[in-house]
């Protein structure tokens, strides 16, 4: 192993004495952080509480410090289980709500979509509820290139907003302009259920879903069909939302993805949790464990890799890292094989790999109580940081429980940094910087062919949007924000004003 695991910076603990669960961490453009979830109680930091479950989002500064909190929904359970910030400096929620009063204004029938857009100081800008008669929730919302947004989850509805059903439970993608409006949507599926838990902007302006499926007929027919069980299911759209390959993965067991990521060669890593030794999947090591597979450009194999010990391993979450590799994270309630230092029932699992799938290292943390980790990233410095819930009452690593489960933010110090350097020793130079449009890499010392097969442009939220050979490059029509830079693995960080 290259590289060895980090020991904490800071953890924090979040919430009341009801249940409160993260299920949703991503950078702000403030070196921050939001955090976006659910909670029950108003106690303790829950100041608000509309009746059941809540959507509780907290803005966090770089040291874990909560800056706001606005809890949002009505007198039934609403749950956000995905947030990120917005190019205007706002923040996009999305989740699912069964509600039809206080917040929510036009509710469609059991649960549905519910899309709130939040100011900068998290006061309430706008909400939007997308669905039919009958139970649809939102998995994932990404900001999408034009300013508006692409969201992914599960439908069981035949009317409404919904068309297209296959039956049972389907993929149900939808694209809204800035303002929330739907643009197009798509019902993706079989005749059995099939749930689209992660959705991103592929760098062809189209979009790369991940789920799973128990179908093997209607869309999910061939390539190769369904292996068993529940497998994973990829799915690749276009632009306009139409599907130009899709997959499945698995073996004769359950195979459940959870999240996916465009990867910088183009191709895409998926993470979850599988029960297959046979199929695609050559190792099992227990009950569940975590499955990392790297596909190519096509949705092809490349590899995949199980991690996990004889218990229940689940990833939830995976990023691709600034040297290349991967940051994943989940639960386990495993003490063997590749899991160490577990501190009772399940715990956070955060395991770092390298490009080609190797272990690098692997770090449990929690308590002796449930602790689930649910959704991680690396931030601008390089640091890990992963969010979920902790049940554990202030033992082990968790410390200011507020009773019953909480939201508990930890931080990990990285071993790799995005690379700061002075002005006498960069690679390269980027400038103007800030840019209202264009800007210009400077190779300082550096051929632009050593540069050319090797430079990307990435949000701040680590998706990759751009690869080119070009030393001058155009973000006229990308949002206003913090955007990264890298030429032959080393990064600067450009503001586009």
Not at 14 to 37: H, M, P, Q, R
Not at 135 to 145: E, M
Not at 301 to 320: C, H, K, L, M, N
Request: aromatic share 8%.
């Amino acid at each position: 192993m290259t590289a060895q695991a980090q020991s904490i910076d800071w953890k924090k603990s979040f919430g009341g004495i009801g249940d409160e669960a993260a299920l949703s961490i991503s950078k702000t453009n403030d070196d921050g952080y939001v955090v976006a979830g659910s909670s029950t109680l108003t106690t303790d930091d829950v100041t608000v509480n509309h009746g059941g479950l809540d959507y509780w989002v907290t803005k966090l500064n770089g040291g874990g410090s909560r800056e706001w909190e606005i809890s949002l929904g009505g007198s039934d359970d609403d749950v956000a289980t995905s947030v990120q910030q917005t190019s205007d400096d706002g923040y996009i929620v999305a989740g699912r709500s069964h509600s039809n009063d206080v917040d929510i204004t036009t509710p469609r029938g059991g649960y549905d979509y519910w899309i709130v857009k939040l100011h900068d100081d998290g006061s309430f800008d706008w909400q939007k509820s997308f669905g039919g008669p009958g139970d649809d929730k939102a998995y994932a919302i990404r900001q999408t290139h034009d300013n508006g947004y692409i969201i992914a989850g599960v439908s069981s509805s035949d009317g409404g907003d919904v068309s297209g059903n296959q039956g049972c439970e389907d993929y149900w993608i939808v694209k809204t302009d800035v303002n929330g409006n739907i643009q197009w949507q798509r019902s993706f599926g079989g005749s059995n259920e099939d749930i689209a838990r992660s959705v991103e902007q592929t760098t062809d302006g189209g979009y790369i879903v991940a789920g799973t499926t128990l179908s093997n007929d209607g869309d999910v027919a061939g390539n190769p069909g369904n292996h068993g069980g529940l497998d994973y299911w990829i799915v690749k759209l276009d632009a306009a939302g139409n599907m130009q390959w899709q997959k499945t993965i698995g073996g004769s067991g359950d195979d459940q993805a959870s999240s996916i990521k465009q990867t910088l060669d183009g191709g895409y890593i998926v993470v979850g949790s599988s029960g297959s030794d046979d199929g695609d999947a050559t190792v099992n090591l227990g009950l569940l464990d975590y499955w990392i597979v790297k596909l190519n450009a096509s949705g092809v194999i490349q590899w995949e890799r199980s991690f996990g010990g004889s218990g229940i391993d689940v990833a939830t979450s995976v990023q691709q890292t600034t040297d290349k590799g991967y940051i994943v994270a989940g639960a386990s309630d495993s003490v063997d094989y590749d899991v160490a230092g577990n501190h009772g029932s399940f715990d956070y699992w955060v395991e770092k790999l390298d490009s080609s799938g190797t272990k690098q290292w692997g770090i449990s943390l929690g308590g002796n109580g449930n602790d689930l980790g649910n959704s991680v990233l690396q931030d601008q410095g390089g640091n890990y940081v992963v969010a979920g819930s902790a049940n554990s009452q202030n033992n082990g690593n968790v410390t200011g429980n507020h009773g019953s489960s909480d939201f508990w933010v930890v931080k990990l110090k990285g071993n790799t940094s995005v690379p700061t350097y002075e002005a006498d020793n960069k690679m390269f130079t980027v400038y103007p910087n800030p840019t209202s449009g264009s800007f210009n890499i400077k190779l300082n010392g550096l051929s632009a062919e050593a540069a050319s097969t090797d430079v990307t442009v990435a949000d701040v939220n680590g998706n990759v949007i751009l690869k080119t050979n070009k030393t001058h490059i155009d973000l006229s029509d990308r949002p206003a924000g913090y955007y990264f830079i890298t030429v032959l693995g080393k990064t600067e960080k450009l503001a586009k004003q």
